[in-house]
């Protein structure tokens, strides 16, 4: 099975800390994403990248960055955390040509 | 913005079929019609694609109607398990990576 992988389940951070949300995907996908779900607003891309060294701004990049130096890792980075971050954080792939997206389990945010 | 229009939650007793509705109206002749779920606390999950016929796999059935206007899921013999929220979804299929549009979804609960 493939296997999307968010490093931590859940994360505490406080307000002007840099955090890191890595997300590793086993299967060889050239595409990953990043996207944030919140109640009543559902999910939202964030990033996405659909190659090595590549991204693309979702829908809701203000405040994040992103990277892939690699083509199995793709981390999502707020560069100073604030409270209105605080959200579940969504990692999926996908191979190019094929109709699904492959989801990580996802990081629960709270930003104090 | 999404393109679909679905029940905000639905019941349904365990063994039976489960028949999600979906509306897309406004479909293009080149746009797929997607479904996916999501069980708490997890993300989403790829179920069944599909352009203008009915289509079946181990999970599930989707009916498209002629006019590709509405779209229903089926679950055929519903358990505990598919207590989740279930998103219908269209895109096109192109090349390269293509993000999802998620709406509210239906709100699934299978009684006992």
């Known amino acids: 099975d493939v296997k999307v992988t968010q490093s931590s389940r859940y994360l505490v951070k406080r307000t002007g800390e840099k955090v890191f949300l890595e997300c590793v995907q086993d299967?060889?996908?050239?595409?990953m994403f990043w996207y944030r779900q919140d109640p009543g607003l559902g999910l939202r891309l964030i990033y996405f990248?659909?190659?090595?060294?590549?991204?693309e701004k979702g829908d809701i990049p203000e405040g994040y960055s992103v990277s892939r130096e690699k083509k199995e890792r793709f981390s999502l980075i707020l560069e100073s955390a604030s409270t209105n971050q605080t959200s579940m954080y969504l990692c999926?792939?996908?191979?190019?040509?094929?109709?699904?997206?492959?989801f990580g389990s996802g990081t629960r945010l709270t930003v104090v | 913005d999404a393109k679909t229009t679905q029940p905000t939650s639905m019941d349904c007793a365990e063994g039976r079929a489960a028949n999600l509705p979906c509306n897309h109206s406004?479909?293009?002749?080149?746009?797929?019609v997607y479904w996916y779920r999501q069980i708490h606390s997890q993300g989403p999950q790829y179920i069944i694609h599909?352009?203008?016929n009915n289509e079946t796999n181990e999970m599930a059935s989707l009916i498209i109607t002629e006019d590709r206007k509405s779209s229903t899921l089926i679950l055929p013999h519903a358990t505990l398990r598919d207590t989740a929220v279930y998103y219908c979804?269209?895109?096109?299929?192109?090349?390269?990576?293509?993000?999802?549009?998620f709406g509210q979804g239906t709100r699934l609960t299978i009684n006992p």
């Open positions: 990248s659909y190659d090595v060294k590549m991204k």
């Open positions: 406004t479909i293009s002749g080149n746009e797929y």
């Open positions: 599909g352009l203008k």
């Open positions: 299967m060889d996908h050239e595409n």
């Open positions: 979804i269209v895109r096109e299929r192109i090349q390269g990576a293509q993000k999802l549009v």
């Open positions: 999926a792939s996908s191979l190019t040509g094929t109709h699904d997206h492959t």
